[in-house]
């Protein structure tokens, strides 16, 4: 049975039952060569909002969501759905719901300091790259599963786990060739409305996935150093 048709059931109170797991080492030379390929190839990615219109291919971002979904998560509740939205006609709808929610904020709901903090990267309320890029993916976090008949059950550590799926999205996506932006319009409850999710989610990430436009532009930024970011005890 392939991944994809194998249908996952909560574990909610059922015994533990360990499975053996013997990954084959990796000879420490090509461990070390894969680690600085891998930095390498993440140091190149950037955030991007020039987008072409050009379709990418669909399997490249199912398995890129796939590759998300095996993120760790608190009591492995998998507390994440991921909607991806191809229509014109709904990515237009989220657009105009998001800009009017930016546009409240550049206004003066983020405060001076935020908007300060944002000057550098060069955002205002415009979002074209909801409508440019070819497919947005619109990341839910869980609150609490429910059943089919309405029954609750709470989930654990919902934000981290969202988040560390939400990064590992990212980096399938760059890897894979394309590029995306995290995109948090604050509120975010019409994308519920528009997307008729269930109550127990609650709307995490708007990522516009594509290709780069052809004049794309990026921020020119610098990122903190190994020496800054890392403690060695």
Same mark, same amino acid.
């Given at each position: /049975? ?9 574990? %909610? ?12 080492? /990796? &000879? ?8 600085? +390929?891998?930095?390498?190839? /993440? ?9 072409? &219109? !050009?379709?990418? &291919? ?13 993120? $760790? ?28 929610? +930016? ?16 000057? $550098?990267?060069?955002?205002?309320? @415009?979002?074209?790259?909801?409508? !440019?890029? &070819? ?8 609150? #609490? ?8 059950? =709470? %989930?654990?550590? @919902? ?14 996506? %760059? ?12 509120? /975010?409850?019409?994308?519920?409305? @528009? ?5 127990? +989610? =609650?709307?995490?990430?708007?990522? $516009?996935?594509? #290709? ?7 921020? !020119?930024?610098?990122? =903190?150093?190994?020496?800054? @970011?890392?403690?060695?005890?």
């Amino acid at each position: /049975m392939s991944p994809d048709t194998q249908q996952w059931t909560p574990t %909610h109170g059922q015994p533990y039952r360990p499975a053996a797991y013997r990954p084959e080492r /990796m &000879p420490q030379p090509e461990s070390i060569a894969r680690a600085a +390929e891998l930095r390498a190839r /993440m140091d190149e990615r950037r955030t991007v909002r020039h987008f072409s &219109p !050009d379709p990418v &291919p669909a399997q490249v971002v199912r398995d890129a969501i796939a590759c998300a979904a095996t993120a $760790p998560s608190g009591a492995h509740q998998q507390p994440w759905t991921f909607v991806l939205v191809k229509d014109p006609a709904v990515r237009q709808q989220i657009r105009a719901a998001a800009e009017q929610e +930016e546009q409240l904020s550049y206004d003066g709901r983020l405060g001076d300091e935020w908007l300060a903090a944002l000057r $550098p990267i060069g955002t205002d309320a @415009v979002k074209t790259h909801l409508t !440019d890029a &070819p497919a947005l993916i619109v990341v839910f976090q869980q609150r #609490y599963w429910l059943g089919p008949d309405g029954t609750k059950r =709470k %989930h654990y550590y @919902v934000d981290e786990s969202v988040g560390i799926a939400v990064g590992m999205l990212l980096s399938a996506l %760059h890897l894979s060739g394309l590029a995306a932006l995290i995109h948090t319009p604050s509120p /975010m409850r019409f994308l519920s409305h @528009v997307l008729d999710r269930p109550e127990n +989610e =609650k709307a995490f990430a708007v990522i $516009p996935v594509g #290709y780069p436009a052809d004049d794309c532009e990026v921020p !020119d930024l610098l990122r =903190k150093s190994l020496d800054q @970011v890392i403690v060695e005890v």
